[in-house]
Structure formats: structure tokens, C-alpha cells
């Protein structure tokens, strides 16, 4: 079983729905969960940070974490064509000392957002 | 503010040729470098890190190595690309005992 599993879609869905992304994972040491947005032929950019349990919104989208289940959903609302993109899911334990935190990728889904 | 730039942008070399990869961040002192490699359909796959001058591990044998000459300074390079060094690279850097990473527009090397 990968560290890390995510559907690479690709998904497609008309401008205005709601997005649901996820990730599932098998180590339950992962205590820091974050999702990268990455536009064709660009570096992927940072784009929620979550920290254990729970939920985090920033606008048009919110980031959970279900630990018990080892299961994290990256939801956007009122999606537009700008939204279209990859999306990575990333984990890692919690490292501190100098050390160095090595995040664990997900393959990313590929999401297309029709006008 | 923090910047990391890369270059060149694009890059297309014969195979046996030679590489040379700069990343240089600006507005951070000490951050740990990554180097990984994107290919289609594939995910990041990492490459280097440096938590220092001079400190570099290796995640996957190949023919590629990194060198970190100064503090805000990560190079990657080969001696002789083959075929199968074709993808984008992308450079990243973290602040010390956190793991959110930031990333570079990256590189897209062709090798024919």
C-alpha cells in the first residue's frame, strides 16, 4: 500500500460547482497535511496548510483532515475556470531539531473547470 | 518577502551532454533545499535536500548530484544526461523544524 493515494482524475465539472479532492494515507504519525495548487508547466504553489484534526477555509476553499479515518478533502466552492489546475495533497510527520521534514506527495488530480 | 528563482526555464541537451541547475532563494537565511523531479504522470519524486552549506542527501541513486555552494544556493547537475533524465525539475525550500515547502517555477529539461 503507497504512503499516500490520490485519484488523478481527470475531473471535469461545470463553472459554479462544488470540488471535492482527497486523499487517503497509511501512516498515522502524519500530523501536518497540506494541499498545493499547480498550474500547467508551473511550480506548484502552497495553497492550504492544516495542522492534525479538523477544518480550515480560506474563501472559496477548505481544507479537512479526519485522522481517524486517515482522510483528507480539499473542497471548493463556486468553482471557476481559473480553478483549473492540478491538485496535490502532501504529508508529513511532525520533525523538528534541524531535521528535514520531508513532505510525502500524492501523484495530484487534474482538475478542469468548464465555463 | 521570500523568492526562489530557477534558471534556465527550459533547457534541451543532447544525451551525453552535461547539466547545470541553479536555484537561489532570496529573503531566508539557513533554509533547507530540495531538489525533485516531476515526470508525466508520475508525481515528484525527490531528489536532493540540503539542511546546510556543504550537507546534502540523496534520495535516489542516479547520475545526477547537487551541490549547495553558499547558504541560499542549490545546484544540480550531471556529468553525462541519459533519455530517462527528461522532466521538470523543481527546486523547493523550507524554514528549519517546519515542512511546509515552497517551490520554484522549475526547469523542463528535454535530453534527445
Known amino acids: 500500500q503507497k504512503e499516500v493515494e490520490q485519484d488523478p482524475g481527470p475531473l471535469s465539472v461545470p463553472e459554479g460547482a462544488i470540488v471535492s479532492l482527497n486523499c487517503t494515507y497509511s501512516n498515522s504519525a502524519f500530523q501536518y497535511f497540506m494541499w498545493y495548487r499547480q498550474y500547467s508547466r508551473k511550480g506548484p504553489e502552497l495553497l492550504m496548510y492544516?495542522?492534525?484534526?479538523g477544518n480550515k477555509e480560506d474563501g472559496r476553499f477548505t481544507a479537512q483532515v479526519d485522522k481517524s479515518s486517515k482522510y483528507i478533502s480539499l473542497f471548493i466552492r463556486d468553482s471557476q475556470p481559473s480553478d483549473s489546475a492540478t491538485y496535490l495533497c502532501a504529508m508529513s510527520v511532525a520533525n523538528y531539531g534541524g531535521s528535514q521534514g520531508n513532505l510525502i506527495f500524492g501523484k495530484g488530480t487534474k482538475l478542469s473547470v468548464k465555463p | 518577502s521570500q523568492t526562489i528563482h530557477q534558471w534556465p526555464a527550459t533547457l534541451v541537451q543532447p544525451v551525453g551532454s552535461p547539466l547545470s541547475l541553479e536555484c537561489t532563494v532570496e529573503g531566508t537565511s539557513n533554509p533547507n533545499l530540495y531538489w525533485y523531479r516531476q515526470a508525466a504522470g508520475r508525481g515528484l519524486q525527490l531528489l536532493f535536500y540540503s539542511v546546510g552549506i556543504g550537507q546534502i542527501s540523496s534520495e535516489v541513486p542516479q547520475n545526477l548530484s547537487a551541490s549547495r555552494p553558499q547558504d541560499r544556493q542549490f545546484i544540480l547537475s550531471s556529468k553525462k544526461l541519459l533519455l530517462s533524465d527528461s522532466g521538470f525539475y523543481l527546486c523547493a525550500w523550507s524554514v528549519q523544524a517546519t515542512d511546509t515547502q515552497y517551490f520554484g517555477p522549475g526547469t523542463r529539461l528535454t535530453v534527445l
Open positions: 492544516t495542522y492534525s484534526s
